[in-house]
């Protein structure tokens, strides 16, 4: 029987608001385990020690790590990565949003050996059977690397269609809070991708790698996504109150939607939140949700002004049909919590101020408010870069706490006000337990 070795996951969230399990990573752990590695995470959502960390690494003895980073992330990458560098004995890669949309990038300034480009699941698998068997791992599939100050690249494998044909993620492999959060809510992610193209949205640019892709949303079977619920419930069945599906847009197939919410209403029984847009609300959905046991739909206004949203975030609706759907929700007796940014290239002290105008009008019950973050692929990071809107690359480490690019028609003073006067609204004075969700910044 093979040695086992230890594949350690580094998983990057610090300072960011956003603290709850990968499902990618999760997802991986199984693949890695039947290739006789050991898996453990280090999860770094606070600024560590440089000693602590390294002290860390060395305990659990590594052969391989895989860092899971976004864009927000990148200091810590370069310096965690750099603390690593002595260590030649450890493979050092990544994976996730940042490694995917700026890969050269990652390479050329960081200590990492390679990057894993799209999914991860065929490269990692690929690059084991590779190890295992001796052979060179400069040639895997789905991986760029770094030898010796020349990137090397390689053709990225087709996705995995059929979500259902992969073992179930392991999120045991995290701390319990961060699979079930303070507000015991299990959170979870059923479906990939999505069908919308926001500008705004790393969505588009993941989809591109793919050509000629066709069912780049997924959701697996309703078993699948049932018995996964059930799998987690057993193991936190202390604390699980309520589930929060991080997704997308699950119910993006309406059909699927209908049938998984029928089985959840018999198997689970729990209360739940999910997003929703604009284009998916209907009067029979809005149904299916408060039968099956939603009591908050989370919805992506973006910004109140209706041209802004049309000609440069790419959303379509008027502010009329927004205005319907959202009454389709209150009228299902849903609570409706918004999404909302300010920030955007060109955008106005006026304009603002209609999405603080748009959330009274539609009654929000509450919402967030962050400042736009210029992701790399995006359509709007390559406005950003012709109209020199960007900032310092990678300096920012947050959309939650100051606007990432430079504004153009009002100050960052007045931006942060009026982010503040939007959140003021938003949450009316109630804290977030009112309502059961956590603080993390999903895409509505």
């Known amino acids: 029987m093979n040695e086992k070795k230890v594949f350690l996951f580094v998983y990057l969230a610090a300072a960011s608001g956003y603290t709850n399990a990968s499902f990618g990573v999760a997802y991986l752990a199984p693949i890695i385990r039947k290739r006789s590695y050991d898996v453990a995470v280090i999860s770094i959502t606070y600024d560590m020690d440089d000693d602590d960390f390294i002290e860390r690494v060395l305990k659990l003895n590594p052969s391989i790590i895989g860092f899971s980073a976004t864009a927000p992330q990148f200091r810590y990458l370069k310096r965690y990565s750099s603390l690593l560098k002595p260590f030649k004995q450890i493979l050092q890669i990544c994976g996730g949003a940042l490694a995917t949309l700026d890969p050269y990038t990652v390479l050329r300034e960081t200590q990492l050996n390679g990057v894993v480009v ?112 059930e799998r987690l419930l057993h193991r936190h069945s202390n604390n699980s109150k309520n589930i929060a599906f991080v997704d997308d847009l699950l119910i993006a197939n309406k059909k699927w939607f209908a049938d998984f919410a029928r089985e959840y209403s018999k198997r ?150 009026m982010q503040q006067k939007i959140m003021s609204f938003l949450t009316g004075g109630k804290s977030t337990e009112d309502f059961n969700f956590s603080n993390e910044c999903l895409c509505g």
């Open 118 to 229: 799209g999914e991860g699941e065929k490269p990692i698998d690929q690059l084991l059977h590779n190890i295992e068997n001796d052979k060179s791992i400069i040639e895997t599939e789905g991986f760029y690397w770094n030898v010796n100050g020349t990137i090397k690249t390689n053709t990225i494998p087709a996705f995995i269609s059929d979500i259902s044909q992969l073992d179930f993620p392991d999120l045991s492999i995290f701390e319990d809070w961060m699979v079930c959060n303070c507000n015991n809510e299990l959170e979870v992610m059923l479906s990939r991708g999505c069908p919308y193209e926001c500008n705004y949205c790393s969505n588009k640019a993941f989809k591109s790698l793919y050509p000629s892709v066709n069912g780049y949303f997924r959701t697996p079977s309703v078993e699948y996504a049932v018995e996964l619920l």
């Open 268 to 417: 689970i029984k729990l209360p739940y939140r999910l997003n929703v847009k604009p284009e998916s609300i209907t009067r029979e959905i809005a149904e299916i949700l408060k039968e099956s046991g939603c009591y908050l739909t989370m919805i992506g206004l973006e910004s109140g002004n209706e041209q802004l949203r049309k000609n440069l975030l790419n959303r379509m609706y008027s502010n009329d049909l927004f205005y319907e759907k959202c009454k389709i929700i209150k009228d299902a007796r849903l609570l409706l919590f918004t999404f909302n940014i300010v920030g955007w290239p060109f955008e106005t002290l006026e304009n603002m101020n209609e999405t603080l105008e748009m959330n009274k009008k539609i009654k929000a019950d509450t919402g967030v408010c962050t400042f736009f973050y210029p992701f790399r692929g995006t359509e709007l990071y390559k406005l950003c870069e012709r109209e020199d809107l960007l900032v310092e690359e990678y300096a920012k480490t947050n959309y939650n706490s100051e606007p990432n690019i430079k504004l153009t028609n009002v100050s960052e003073h007045e931006c942060k006000e």
